[in-house]
């Protein structure tokens, strides 16, 4: 993943997030927008509903800034992506464009657009500025590759896009934990197991 600047004047900043799956594959990820939204792990999501077939209903608190965000959130196609633009708050949309790669493979562009504001005005109102943009660009990076590797298992494709999306991050966090810790006494289990096998056989040897 690499994550630019956009120049002083240009109202605008973004990451570039390499992944493993061409662009077929980025444009059918890109038809939830939820999952997109959601993946962030900055984001606390406290209502999310859908209004219409392109819009929908969001209110959440941005964890990178500490401010309560609600919004209706507008999705429209446009060529190599999708945007979505915001009814208040200083960001105005955000931008999800695909970047075909010679080797077969495809980047995913994610831009947070602020241009319905003067600089002055922005500047005035810094604290509004989503800082959640690379790690965002962190999580989806993350979340792709995860993917690519798990998407395979059994119920795994069900428990990310059902369970998993729908809870907060600290949740995800405990979540994580727990299932490292299970995953660890699981091989405990083996290891005394195993011991305890070979030691029963030499008593019957």
Known sequence: MNDE???EDQDAAWVTITTPFDAGWLTGFMENPQRLLRINSQMEFLEFEQTGA???????KNLSNGR???????????????????DTGLKTATRFAIQPQTDGTAHLVVTDEYSGTTKQEREARIDEV???????GRDLHRYIYLWQKWSWVPGWRWYMCT??????????RISNLLMVITL?????????F????FEFDKYFD
């Open 184 to 192: 660890i006494e699981f091989i405990m289990f083996l290891m005394v």
């Open 5 to 7: 600047l956009p120049p």
């Open 54 to 60: 392109h819009t929908y209903r969001m209110k959440a």
């Open 68 to 86: 309560e965000i609600e919004t209706v959130l507008t999705v429209t196609a446009e060529e190599g992506g999708i945007r979505i633009t915001y």
């Open 163 to 172: 369970v998993w999306q729908s809870m907060r991050p600290m949740a995800r």
């Open 194 to 197: 195993t011991i305890f096998w």
């Open 130 to 136: 989503d800082k959640s943009l690379v790690q965002w």
